[in-house]
């Protein structure tokens, strides 16, 4: 009989055992993909999961895990709140604009759902070690799951490109930080050949396990709306989380909770956009960009693993591609801050920025219901904000002078 679960080549469609240590295709090398055997699931997937509270655990079924008692490295991760825009969207001209707020997981990002995933699997075939190149939450993420499980863990990343938020998180949670003098490509392909040649469990969104746990996002996002939104508006940088929350959707329909896909529309910063390019060529293969550059260091990222997977999202659910600039993605920024109370990171924002662009090109239509992917937490990457701010004004400590500034306003 078929595992539960198991690993399939998404090119030359070879299956796998699901406790083999494999992050690609052995035969044709290409990306792999967790399946299940639909057979198997209990009848009654819909009131098991309404018992539960809304988190990546909640749909325990359809995850690669075996809940062996009390095995699961969990920090509360998932649940995030689907925050209905109605400032933004008089802003935009739009009605139906939702953000799914993902800086409220547990390290401020969606990287949580992933590694709470990912280190109970690395638990569970006993490896002592992990590992993951990283723009900065990964390596944040990665960290606080691995100090809960016990783990050494180990990340690169690209020397003086990480936001100081992420890289205290790493530190504080005692992983061995290690900088690499290039980008985020250099140091994930040194990442790659270490797991290959040491016994160093790889996390990068490459692990099949890892997103896994991400696309818990179309999950909640289904179980909140009641049904699949018309479009989902994603940042794409390694292309993992567009792919998996596409997953997730698919999955859905599969098991007869929704009837309807949404497109997935991925957002790209203009100095780090390889995949939107290859979307304007009608997805004839990906050219990495060999020098990305963008003020949203978590999608700064030129040769993006997931491409692939991206591409099918893409054609699949009719779905397309959008750059912003990083002007519009730090207006944005603020915007989503100042009309609707949520501090997201740059990357994050460039799903609104991407918003706006639809919106004034007609790209989107009014009464659609859009979900506004936003990945991680303003916290993370102050400086930005301040680099961006007027100087604040200082005053001697009395009521007149005070009052003088409030009237004027
Ligand atoms: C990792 C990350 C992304 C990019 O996700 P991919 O799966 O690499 O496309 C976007 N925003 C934030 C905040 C991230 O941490
Ligand atoms: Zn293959």
Redesign the pocket.
Known sequence: MRQRYYLKCIGCGGEYDPERILYTCPKCGDLLSCEYDYSRLPSDLRGIWGERTLSVWRYLEMLPIEDRRGEIISLGEGGTTLNRCRRLQKEFGLRNIYVKN??ENPTG???DRGMTVGVTRALQLNMESVICAS????SASLAAYAAKAGLTCIVLIPSGKVALGKLVQAIIHGARVIQVRGNFDAALRIARRLSEKHPLYLLN?LNPYRLEG?KTIAYEIVDQLGEAPDKVI???????????IWKGFKELRTLGFIDNLPEMI?IQAEGAAPIAQAFRRGLDGMRPVEDPETV?T??R?GA?V?WKK?FQALKESNGFMETVSDDEILEAQSLLAAKEGLF??P??A?SIAGLRKLASSKSIDKNERVVCV???HGL?DPDIVLRQSPKMIEVDADLESIERIIMIG
């Open positions: 993902e800086g990002s969606f990287k723009t900065g939450n990964t969104s991400q994603v940042p794409v940088g390694n292309a993992g989380n567009i792919s998996a991925g949203a978590a999608i990222i993006p997931n991206a997201v990171e990357a994050s460039s936003v990945t991680g993370k």
